[in-house]
Antibody
Framework: QIQLVQSGPELKKPGESVKISCKASGYTFTDYAMHWVKQAPGKGLKWMGW????????TYADDFKGRFVFSLEASASTANLQISNLKNEDTATYFCARSTRVYNWFAYWGQGTLVTVSS | DIVMTQSPSSLAVSAGETVTINCKSS????????????LAWYQQKPGQSPKLLIYWASTRQSGVPDRFIGSGSGTDFTLTISSVQAEDLAIYYCQQYYDTPNTFGAGTKLELK
């Protein structure tokens, strides 16, 4: 069965960096793009962008350009999200989500990774 | 960016009732090339990941009970839940995938009356 398993919760200080992983199984990793979605505490869902798992090319939503990096370890069927220079407003649960081959609805989601930024 | 506006923001219901959640997009989600509406609905329960309910505005995802019905076209869409059950208490989001950035509505929280 298809699964996306994310790394565990993180507690970081402002200015630090964090790297979240999303390990896929049950399908051919490079056949489907991987997307990232942010959910701040008690708030809604915000699409951050996606990475082409075949070419490795990332695409970022405007609000996530600069400090956010999507990357792959394709040999390990893993997508990563790195956030640098963390700010308090980065405190959120981050989800990876798999789209279809062509369209961006998300039938498969990771369990979410809570990143808490606090001094 | 396409803005997705959901209403109401919360809804108190009794088990067995039929509820309607609305989602309006700031531009049409109907693509003329295939006559499909690029709109999905998700359900999110506390502490869980979102679950896909509906795509193409009205196509139920495999395994989703048929009491969940998506309808609408263009800019106005509806998720109807007939005979609400306790397990349906959750937050519901619409999402457009017509254009990037993909955008979600702010959510509608379904609560027990």
């Amino acid at each position: 069965q298809i699964q996306l398993v994310q790394s565990g919760p993180e507690l970081k200080k402002p200015g630090e960096s964090v790297k979240i992983s999303c390990k896929a199984s049950g399908y051919t990793f490079t056949d489907y793009a991987m997307h990232w979605v942010k959910q701040a505490p008690g708030k809604g869902l915000k699409w951050m962008g996606w990475i082409n798992t075949y070419t490795g090319k990332p695409t970022y939503a405007d609000d996530f350009k600069g400090r956010f990096v999507f990357s792959l370890e394709a040999s390990a069927s893993t997508a990563n999200l790195q956030i640098s220079n963390l700010k308090n407003e980065d405190t959120a649960t981050y989800f990876c989500a798999r789209s279809t081959r062509v369209y961006n609805w998300f039938a498969y989601w990771g369990q979410g990774t809570l990143v808490t930024v606090s001094s | 960016d396409i803005v997705m506006t959901q209403s109401p923001s919360s809804l108190a219901v009794s088990a067995g009732e039929t509820v309607t959640i609305n989602c309006k997009s700031s531009q049409s989600l109907l693509y003329s090339g295939n006559q499909k509406n690029y709109l999905a609905w998700y359900q999110q329960k506390p502490g869980q990941s979102p679950k896909l309910l509906i795509y193409w505005a009205s196509t139920r995802q495999s395994g989703v009970p048929d009491r969940f019905i998506g309808s609408g076209s263009g800019t106005d869409f509806t998720l109807t839940i007939s005979s609400v059950q306790a397990e349906d208490l959750a937050i519901y989001y619409c999402q457009q995938y017509y254009d990037t950035p993909n955008t979600f509505g702010a959510g509608t929280k379904l609560e027990l009356k």
